[in-house]
């Protein structure tokens, strides 16, 4: 695990790597992110740091956060939710209270099938290392802004 650990700290961006520790995603298939932003007051949606760990850990991802976040990552970086297999209807749902109980339904309906996720994982890693390529092409995006901004503090 050292070598995973100093492989990841090489491709990740330092933004990226605070507050996370690698040991805890190296043993887990199903990412929940709880976003910074949940409540639709604004009608904004933000995309963080945390919604881009699943796909770079080769997680499947779940995030709770304003309505349509997925669809906007979807759009925005073309990235693979695996809707065949994950159900984000939750994603689109305008109601507060109810896209919390979709989504704490999905991770219960989840959890009674993780031998099919097991299963769907094995047989489909090259679309998990394809979300994986595209996190890191943004990364290399970001890390320039991330120095030109640490270079003027």
């Known amino acids: 695990t050292t ?6 700290h090489e491709h990740m961006s330092n933004w990226m790597l605070i507050p ?3 040991r805890n995603h190296e043993n887990s298939y199903v990412n929940i992110v709880t976003e910074s932003m949940f409540l639709d007051e604004y009608n904004n949606i933000h995309i963080s740091e945390k919604s881009f760990r699943p796909f770079f850990y080769y997680q499947f991802p779940l995030i709770l956060a304003t309505h349509n976040h997925i669809k906007k990552m979807k759009e925005k970086f073309d990235l693979d939710f695996f ?3 994950i159900n984000h209807s939750y994603d689109s749902q305008p109601n507060q ?4 109980d979709m989504f704490f339904n999905e991770i219960q309906r989840l959890n009674g099938i993780k031998d099919q996720l ?3 994982y094995g047989k489909n890693y090259e679309r ?3 979300n994986k390529q595209k996190i890191l ?3 290399s995006i970001v890390d320039k802004d991330y120095y030109f901004f640490e270079g003027l503090i």
């Open 128 to 130: 998990f290392e394809a």
């Open 118 to 120: 097991i299963d769907f």
């Open 3 to 8: 070598l995973f650990r100093s492989i990841l």
């Open 83 to 85: 809707d065949d297999i």
């Open 137 to 139: 092409k943004i990364l």
């Open 20 to 22: 996370t520790f690698c």
């Open 97 to 100: 209270r109810i896209r919390l």
